[in-house]
């Protein structure tokens, strides 16, 4: 801690994110990392735009990107807003939308960074408890609030909820913003944004990391009523008018031209998670019903942490949070299939043992 800096960052709990390890020969199953790498297309064009443009800037309101995410989605470029990554588009919602003076929701189990951004833009917050199954009840947020925000599906559950509870909730929360989250959408839920056009209120934020392998590019978006996306661009041209590169913006848009690789991958990832729901429960955990790429379990017999120091030494790394509720789970990423011959040899072993 210096002395140079302000009271305002040494009260501030940064997030922590998942290890990043420098290490080769890992199984590493702990970031919800697509196992499969991006379309070819987006290499081709990416590949293609590595000239001597990059010494001009890209484009400030990335628009090629802009369409093609409203065309796939079926709504207009104006309901569009890009980020550098979702997490860039989560802070400019917490800072631009959100209101300052009530408490945020969200779920007491549910992505750690929403605390942070609390704390970053100070902001108060309730935690709504999930249910003894996790799962979200809507019936909690109907208090007075700032604002209110969840993943769909959840993390690090996994647990999706039914549009039509969302729908429940925005029935009569129509006083402020509710932000969905669906960074894990494509692998299994319905996407909220099918109902934009009916709730002004209504954000719904995805990313290009993990559906379509892009986490490298740092691109997120989110997509809602025009006055809500005009906020947004407040916020950022207020921040950082450059938020996305050449490289990123381009290759993001190529994502969306390539439906079939989409589906390929995203199919084989539900394929292996099923897989590995059953592997898993056969060897006596716990397992919640995902509609993510990863499974949250919890053995009934083993100890979740010295589980996880167990798999580290053999060379697997999967999430272990040691926060009360949930210590006794691991979250697991779902790789390929030789990924997952390699977890079960370990835990095979590692439950084997006396």
């Known amino acids: 801690m210096s002395r140079y800096w302000s009271p305002f960052v040494k009260d501030l709990v940064p997030y922590v994110p998942g290890e990043q390890p420098k290490l080769s020969e890992l199984t590493k199953l702990n970031t919800n990392e697509n196992p499969y790498g991006p379309s070819p297309k987006v290499l081709e064009v990416i590949k293609a735009e590595a000239t001597d443009a990059l ?9 090629v990107l802009r369409h093609a995410i409203a065309d796939y989605h079926e709504v207009s470029i104006e309901q569009v807003f890009v980020g550098n990554g979702s997490d860039e588009v989560l802070a400019h919602i917490f800072h631009g939308l959100f209101q ?3 408490p945020l929701l969200f779920p007491d189990i549910s992505y750690s960074f929403y605390p942070v951004y609390c704390g970053l833009y100070q902001i108060p917050f309730e935690t ?3 249910d003894e199954s996790f799962q979200i009840r809507i019936e909690e947020y109907r208090g007075i609030n700032g604002g209110i925000i969840f993943p769909n599906p959840n993390a690090p559950t996994g647990c999706f909820l039914a549009l039509s509870e969302i729908e429940r909730l925005l029935t009569v929360n129509n006083e402020t913003v509710v932000v969905i989250d669906e960074a894990y959408v494509d692998f299994g839920g319905e996407s909220a944004i099918s109902l934009v056009d009916r709730y002004p209120n209504l954000l719904v934020t995805q990313t290009l990391s993990k559906s379509r392998s892009l986490a490298g590019l740092r691109v997120g978006f989110a997509v809602g009523h025009p006055e809500l996306i005009e906020a ?7 921040f950082n008018s450059y938020p996305l590169d050449r490289l990123a913006q381009l290759g993001a848009a190529a994502s969306f031209a390539d439906q079939d690789y989409f589906e390929q991958t995203c199919n084989a990832v539900i394929a292996e998670r099923n897989t590995l729901m059953t592997r898993l429960a056969a060897l006596d955990f716990q397992v919640l019903p995902s509609a993510a790429n990863f499974v949250f379990c919890r053995h009934r017999n083993r100890d979740a942490s010295e589980l996880a120091a167990s798999l580290r030494e053999d060379g697997i790394i999967v999430r272990y949070f040691s926060m009360s509720r949930i210590d006794q789970y691991l979250r697991i990423t779902v790789g390929r299939p030789e990924d997952s011959e390699v977890l079960f040899a370990s835990l095979q072993r590692i439950l084997a043992a006396t």
């Open 55 to 63: 010494r001009l800037y890209p484009d400030p309101n990335s628009d």
């Open 100 to 102: 300052h003076n009530k």
């Open 128 to 130: 709504i408890p999930l």
């Open 232 to 238: 947004l661009v407040r916020i950022k041209n207020s």
